[in-house]
């Protein structure tokens, strides 16, 4: 069966000739000598799909009794070893530690609980909620509840719960309707419905999403974004605006979020790796068109120039090409 973490648009794929214990050796050699060979484990993880590094991991701690990632934790630093190790995650595992990194300490960081729940689909979200139980022995949706509050809050927790509707048919007059029910909600009465736009813009289909916006201009001569601007605020409405952005196009919205990583004075490390790494085998090619057509230069020489040394090199790998 196919992966639910593949798509057709990805940077990193099967590597045609693996072996599983070559490549685990290869690794230890390159950890364990005298100084580490870190363009080896570049070459290696870079260079084979996520299913391949987890047979990879698999086999290492079969030889050698340890822990691929902690064997790589140990021996490496900074935004290269968070880099390293993200490779070597299985994805939903991956997701559910960003989630939590989003969630812990003091303060939450919305904007990337709104990126990983407004991008992964229903299927991706079921095995990150388990991952998460799994991991840290607590449900996802009590450690959203409590880390925020309000409209925001439930809206987050309707994601969570990975119901959003995948068919890619589409039904005209659902579309019609629903359109009407937002603006109802919103634009022609007094005060906001905000369940009404949690309802529908959380669980229809993006492909229906994106029909019901039309119909919205054509009831309201407005365009959705510019309602959910003037109706709503805070972190609600930055999360619906998400929606309503990869409903149109997703890679857009994620070539935006790389953009903002990327720009100005320090880079967001957190958003480029997770970007970076749950992507490389999704949609990263049409991430990086989009990227060079809403900024006019390649991805590939925005992160060669905001970037330095092996994380760099890593980062240009994943990224598989320059636009």
């Not at 000739?17 to 070559?22: E, H, N, P, T």
């Not at 086999?59 to 691929?68: K, M």
């Not at 109802?184 to 289909?205: H, M, P, V």
């Not at 900024?295 to 636009?323: M, P, Q, R």
């Amino acid at each position: 069966m196919a992966s639910i973490w593949v798509g057709h648009q990805g940077t990193m794929r099967d590597y045609p000739s693996f072996s599983a214990s070559v490549d685990a050796e290869a690794i230890h050699k390159a950890i364990r000598g005298i100084g580490t060979d870190e363009k080896t484990l570049i070459s290696i993880l870079t260079e084979r799909s996520n299913a391949q590094r987890q047979l990879i991991a698999k086999e290492y701690q079969a030889a050698y009794g340890r822990e691929l990632k902690d064997d790589l934790k140990g021996d490496l630093s900074g935004h290269f070893k968070c880099l390293m190790v993200a490779l070597v995650t299985p994805p939903a595992v991956f997701d559910a530690k960003q989630l939590k990194k989003s969630m812990k300490g003091t303060g939450t960081n919305e904007d990337a609980l709104i990126e990983i729940l407004t991008t992964r689909t229903s299927r991706q979200m079921k095995e990150i909620g388990q991952a998460y139980y799994t991991v840290y022995k607590k449900s996802l949706g009590d450690e959203i509840s409590s880390e925020t509050s309000g409209d925001f809050r439930k809206a987050l927790l309707t994601l969570a719960d990975g119901r959003r509707d995948e068919g890619l048919k589409v039904d005209e007059q659902l579309a019609k309707e629903d359109a009407q029910i937002l603006y109802n909600a919103g634009e022609n009465k007094w005060g906001t419905d905000e369940d009404a736009f949690t309802e529908i813009l959380c669980l229809r289909s993006f492909p229906q999403l994106k029909l019901t916006f039309d119909e919205y201009r054509n009831i309201s001569q407005k365009d959705i974004e510019d309602s959910i601007k003037g109706e709503l605020s805070g972190h609600f409405e930055d999360l619906l605006l998400a929606i309503v952005c990869c409903a149109r196009n997703t890679p857009a919205f994620l070539a935006k979020r790389l953009h903002q990583a990327l720009k100005g004075a320090g880079t967001d490390e957190f958003t480029l790796n997770r970007i970076m790494v749950s992507r490389s085998e999704i949609d990263l090619l049409d991430i990086r068109a989009e990227f060079k057509k809403q900024y006019g230069y390649s991805l590939h020489s925005a992160i060669e120039s905001d970037t330095s040394g092996d994380y760099a090199v890593t980062l240009v790998k994943i990224c598989g090409g320059d636009d």
